[in-house]
């Protein structure tokens, strides 16, 4: 089965955050604005259990933390999505090296850029437009981050949580 | 801000369901496939943060269940939704009961039916076709059920997962 783990902002900013998707996003329809803190990796029941009780010690390794948006940015030339940056504190460092150590499978291929989609899979053209018109926004948003959530994959692509990870309220 | 408590079944289960509701059910995109423990309801942020703390202590009441699947059925004259029945049991029962009642607010409008909805908000004339088509076929489903959901709604009509309640795995 097809994991991943994401940090989902508070109801307000997702709105805002979709309110910039909707039209770009073709992901708009399978998982909400979500910071990605480890890529999707497969996993059996046997091992997600296991990572499940490492999880929850990282959760309750960490304190809650303010997430800052303020720059929209592009990952071209290598995709050209387009993204709202989100400052990189040490917190979200931490939190994804630690999901990249010990018994997690270790499958980051670039240096993590702590990042919320807005645009993907534009063509050429669409992309200059896109980015030309949302990098022209002015976007500041802040949000209290308390927990994080293991999500799974259906068939039809959509992503489902199966657990929720609240910082320093976990029973190991 | 609107909240719902729901089932989430297990993925392969999920993706049968869906391979069904798919095509009949306008809210395929805007959540999987779930058993409603606990209809939206709203709640400010004090309240909701009161009542997590009630649904912990549901969840280490509980103990794992299984769940089945065996009819389709309809809640017409009602209304045309169609739906798979889930098994009545006790857990199912105690599960709902115990949101209605405490701190909870008193929102069940029917008696509680647990089922899952595979089509809804359909035509007479589609209802008839889509009924007589889905109670043909053999659906068999079981599935081993230890944890709900806390769900919110989000302004596109999205419902995400705030949090997870895992039975007997819980700090209060």
Redesign the interface.
């Known amino acids: 089965?097809k994991y991943g783990i994401v940090i989902?902002p508070s109801?307000p900013v997702?709105?805002e955050i979709?309110s910039y998707r909707?039209r770009y996003d073709p992901h708009y329809?399978l998982i909400?604005p979500h910071v990605t803190l480890k890529e999707a990796f497969e996993a059996d029941d046997e091992t997600i259990y296991e990572l499940i009780t490492e999880l929850k010690h990282i959760a309750n390794d960490t304190d809650p933390f303010t997430l800052n948006v303020n720059k929209v940015r592009t990952f071209a030339p290598v995709t050209n999505t387009i993204y709202l940056k989100v400052e990189p504190i040490q917190e979200l460092h931490d939190l994804a090296d630690a999901m990249q150590s010990g018994k997690f499978p270790k499958n980051q291929t670039y240096s993590f850029v702590p990042h919320i989609t807005i645009a993907q899979k534009l063509s050429q053209d669409e992309y200059s437009d896109v980015y030309g018109s949302l990098s022209m926004k002015d976007i500041q948003l802040e949000d209290k981050i308390d927990?994080f959530?293991l999500v799974?994959q259906?068939?039809?692509e959509?992503w489902?949580?199966?657990?929720?990870f609240?910082f320093g309220?976990?029973?190991v």
């Open positions: 089965m989902f109801k997702q709105d979709n909707m329809d909400p927990r959530h799974y259906l068939d039809n959509v489902t949580v199966y657990e929720s609240v309220k976990e029973l």
